[in-house]
């Protein structure tokens, strides 16, 4: 049932059907690894906890070039097998002890080689452990909440699962660290994360600028950059201090020669009527043509691009980088492949 | 060497800014030996960064970033530009198992360090690219920073206060080069176990604006499934109300989600408006969805009278998911009801220390992460590692004199090397 050894490919037992574990074997799967998938459901495809429905069917392409199994029917068996098993992924201890009928610690005593890797929402230890809660609330206790929206007005959270990423993309890279180890000393070892720990990693400035300067960071777009409302849609304007001269060269216009816009901080402080002065050129440009010409430029600048308008997009058809799967029951879904190559060839070379 | 866990992986590090040098830093708190290679005239820009503050803070350790993401690095000033520093530099990547870049695509082939070169000096080499959009493309030498990428993959266009305000992580966030500088790592460790297996070095080409898309993955397949195309909502998500709401203080917030119905009745129970639960324009749950900004104002009359974590120990005893929104400086007060540090110590150039975050997952083994250095400065190796390359003190002395390699040409206090 689990799959044999059969070459040096990792195996690995993905547990449960959190979106932070199934990206995770996601991506171990995408380098070769053997991943087999361990589900409660009674039926297959199963349903991930996602937090938004129409994902959890159309998400089912994370069980890509995965073997999916049922605890229900195969837990003996599970157990078992565990010497064939080089990673076990879960989304708590708990899942273990529930998937498998063993503790971690019964698991590790067994078999010192297996790298335990756990990506837990708010920890495995503390009071947190047992919060109720998903996306919202651990994007809420990393911080980084905080950090996104306007100033005086409420924070917001980040299209789509983020958290729950930031942890799958944690995990698989503390899983090779364990292997890195294990290459050396034949041992496992155990991986922890959590959506908050991942999370609250990804907004390390504030913390640094807090303890090193005593500034606290607020949310908003009050500095430097601006997005530039167009005739048909947005574009993020990045400018910085080195491009002023190409923005004017830009916008031709001969208000952006009054002095109080020569420096940074002068922008920064009339920063109102800059944004009024560069949409009275923007608006009359679609989004592609200031992508073009802000490029032209040496300006980094892009489009606001809406999800449906990514299949039709240049340069991710270039690199062949949507791929349009059959998935049961849904038909032909256009999901993203991995976004790296190695030697030329998407996943693994 | 040290004794962390990737210990005897070696990398040699041409990274700036954010991406790659948060990548750099990640193997190296783990155990790797990270060489951070600069040109002597054209240093990391973000040991001056000015993106986030306005400020560069100083010396070329001022820069409160560019000292998180140089720690567990040593420093060597090569100038890449001049064939005797491409020479020496040939010499670090005959002893690296990894190399680190991300230059605008085409600087590496013309210094003459494109990927065939690197792999002529060192058969096992890994070559580690990190660009905006790839390798290649129409677009791959489009200019951008971490704000384009996020309009460029879709990620704008889901996160706003409505679709008229797409709204941005700013350059105080920079969200692209975070996530990536979680996945590198592992491909490149990934990478460097199959070159040692294999004896053959490959190069692995990661592209920012993908990783981003890849990460709105779930979304962009219900797109296609449903053909609806997701918009921007707030606080809030297609299937379930999350409502933010104002707490007692400056800019200080509590969410709440509210999917099922008992959820919804347990809220109302929650702040003592029972009548809410018959209010015919909110008894369903796409009634409640599409009035979230009235509802929030409704409980806002409750959650503006505690504090934010009073409101979410309430609500989370009334078994509702919710959480107070908490800023950065907070986060090392939580320690104990996270029960784990999300910081580290480091020292600093003054002799003192600093916080910082530590790093994104623990293991549990005999060889834990650690900081064993501070960032260095401009060059502050050179001789340290050209002496361990085998190189004399006469030549460094000469690369030296000729503005080859700039920096620290002493070891251990005294002056390098074998002569």
């Given at each position: 049932m689990i799959?044999?050894?059969?070459?040096?490919?990792?195996?690995?037992?993905?547990?449960?059907?959190?979106?932070?574990?199934?990206?995770?074997?996601?991506?171990?799967?995408?380098?070769?690894?053997?991943?087999?998938?361990?589900?409660?459901?009674?039926?297959?495809?199963?349903?991930?906890?996602?937090?938004?429905?129409?994902?959890?069917?159309?998400?089912?392409?994370?069980?890509d070039h995965k073997k999916t199994v049922r605890s229900r029917d195969d837990s003996g068996d599970l157990a078992s097998n565990l010497g064939d098993i080089d990673v076990v992924v879960a989304g708590s201890g708990a899942d273990i002890e529930e998937f498998l009928g063993l503790s971690c610690d019964a698991i590790r005593a067994r078999h010192s080689a297996c790298v335990l890797a756990i990506a837990s929402m708010f920890g495995e230890s503390g009071e947190y452990r047992d919060l109720l809660g998903g996306e919202a609330e651990a994007l809420a206790l990393s911080g980084l909440m905080s950090m996104i929206g306007e100033p005086g007005r409420e924070p917001l959270r980040l299209g789509g699962p983020q958290t729950e990423q930031a942890a799958a993309l944690s995990l698989f890279t503390g899983i090779m660290v364990a292997l890195y180890k294990r290459c050396e000393t034949g041992r496992g070892t155990e991986v922890l994360t959590s959506a908050v720990r991942s999370t609250a990693y990804l907004d390390w400035k504030s913390h640094?600028?807090?303890?090193g300067e005593g500034k606290v960071l607020q949310r908003g777009s009050n500095n430097g950059p601006v997005v530039l409302a167009c005739s048909d849609g947005f574009v993020g304007f990045y400018y910085r201090d080195e491009e002023w001269p190409a923005v004017k060269k830009l916008v031709a216009d001969d208000r952006l020669d009054d002095a109080k816009f020569d420096t940074q901080l002068g922008r920064d402080r009339h920063?109102?009527?800059?944004?009024?002065?560069?949409?009275?050129?923007?608006?009359?440009?679609?989004?592609?043509?200031?992508?073009?010409?802000?490029?032209?430029?040496?300006?980094?600048?892009?489009?606001?691009?809406?999800?449906?308008?990514?299949?039709?997009?240049?340069?991710?058809?270039?690199?062949?980088?949507?791929?349009?799967?059959?998935?049961?029951?849904?038909?032909?879904?256009?999901?993203?492949?991995?976004?790296?190559?190695?030697?030329?060839?998407?996943?693994?070379? | 060497m040290s004794s962390g866990a990737l210990s005897g992986l070696r990398v040699v590090d041409l990274s700036g800014i954010t991406a790659g040098g948060r990548t750099t830093q990640l193997l190296g708190d783990f155990g790797a030996e990270v060489i951070k290679v600069e040109g002597p005239r054209r240093p990391d820009p973000f040991r001056h960064w000015t993106g986030v503050t306005g400020e560069s803070g100083g010396d070329d350790l001022g820069s409160p970033p560019f000292r998180v993401v140089g720690r567990n690095k040593r420093g060597v000033a090569i100038d890449l530009k001049d064939p005797r520093?491409?020479?020496?530099?040939?010499?670090?990547?005959?002893?690296?198992?990894?190399?680190?870049?991300?230059?605008?695509?085409g600087v590496m082939e013309k210094l003459g360090i494109g990927f065939s070169v690197l792999r002529s000096w060192n058969a096992r080499v890994v070559l580690l690219s990190i660009s905006s959009q790839g390798d290649d493309g129409p677009e791959r030498d489009f200019v951008s920073f971490g704000g384009t990428l996020e309009a460029l993959s879709g990620l704008m266009s889901v996160t706003g206060y409505s679709p008229g305000e797409p709204v941005w992580t700013t350059s105080k966030v920079n969200f692209p080069d975070q996530v990536v500088a979680l996945l590198a790592p592992g491909l490149a460790i990934d990478a460097v176990?199959?070159?040692?297996?294999?004896?053959?070095?490959?190069?692995?080409?990661?592209?920012?604006?993908?990783?981003?898309?890849?990460?709105?993955?779930?979304?962009?397949?219900?797109?296609?499934?449903?053909?609806?195309?997701?918009?921007?909502?707030?606080?809030?998500?297609?299937?379930?109300?999350?409502?933010?709401?104002?707490?007692?203080?400056?800019?200080?917030?509590?969410v709440v989600t509210v999917g099922a119905a008992k959820e919804w009745q347990r809220l109302t129970d929650a702040i003592g408006r029972s009548d809410l639960r018959v209010d015919p324009r909110i008894t369903e749950y796409s009634m409640r969805q599409r009035r979230a900004d009235a509802l929030v104002k409704e409980i806002e009359a409750w959650t503006a009278r505690r504090t934010?974590?009073?409101?979410?120990?309430?609500?989370?005893?009334?078994?509702?998911?919710?959480?107070?929104?908490?800023?950065?400086?907070?986060?090392?007060?939580?320690?104990?009801?996270?029960?784990?540090?999300?910081?580290?110590?480091?020292?600093?150039?003054?002799?003192?220390?600093?916080?910082?975050?530590?790093?994104?997952?623990?293991?549990?083994?005999?060889?834990?992460?650690?900081?064993?250095?501070?960032?260095?400065?401009?060059?502050e190796h050179t001789g340290e590692v050209l002496t361990e390359l085998g190189f004399t003190c006469d030549e460094v002395e000469k690369l030296h004199a000729a503005g080859v390699i700039a920096g620290n040409m002493t070891v251990g206090g005294s002056k390098s090397a074998k002569s």
């Open positions: 799959v044999k050894k059969d070459s040096q490919r990792p195996r690995v037992l993905e547990i449960g059907h959190a979106v932070r574990t199934a990206y995770c074997g996601y991506l171990l799967a995408a380098l070769g690894a053997h991943v087999t998938k361990v589900v409660v459901w009674q039926s297959y495809p199963a349903p991930m906890a996602t937090t938004h429905r129409a994902d959890q069917r159309a998400a089912a392409y994370f069980f640094i600028y807090f303890a920063r109102s009527e800059l944004v009024e002065i560069l949409e009275s050129f923007s608006r009359d440009l679609t989004r592609e043509q200031l992508y073009r010409r802000s490029q032209d430029l040496r300006i980094p600048a892009g489009p606001v691009l809406t999800l449906a308008e990514l299949g039709g997009d240049r340069q991710l058809q270039a690199r062949r980088f949507l791929r349009d799967e059959q998935v049961d029951g849904l038909g032909i879904v256009t999901v993203p492949s991995v976004p790296w190559t190695v030697d030329g060839v998407r996943g693994s070379a | 520093g491409v020479a020496t530099f040939r010499q670090l990547v005959e002893t690296a198992d990894l190399v680190v870049e991300n230059f605008r695509r176990m199959r070159s040692r297996r294999t004896g053959a070095g490959t190069h692995v080409d990661l592209s920012q604006r993908e990783s981003v898309v890849s990460l709105l993955g779930s979304l962009l397949a219900a797109t296609a499934v449903t053909g609806t195309t997701p918009q921007p909502a707030g606080a809030t998500s297609a299937d379930e109300t999350t409502l933010c709401c104002r707490c007692q203080g400056d800019d200080e917030w509590v934010k974590h009073q409101a979410m120990v309430e609500l989370q005893r009334r078994g509702l998911r919710a959480a107070a929104v908490l800023r950065a400086f907070e986060l090392d007060a939580e320690t104990p009801a996270r029960g784990e540090s999300f910081h580290v110590r480091v020292p600093t150039s003054a002799g003192t220390s600093e916080q910082q975050i530590s790093w994104p997952f623990t293991i549990h083994s005999d060889n834990p992460p650690e900081v064993r250095r501070r960032a260095p400065h401009v060059g």
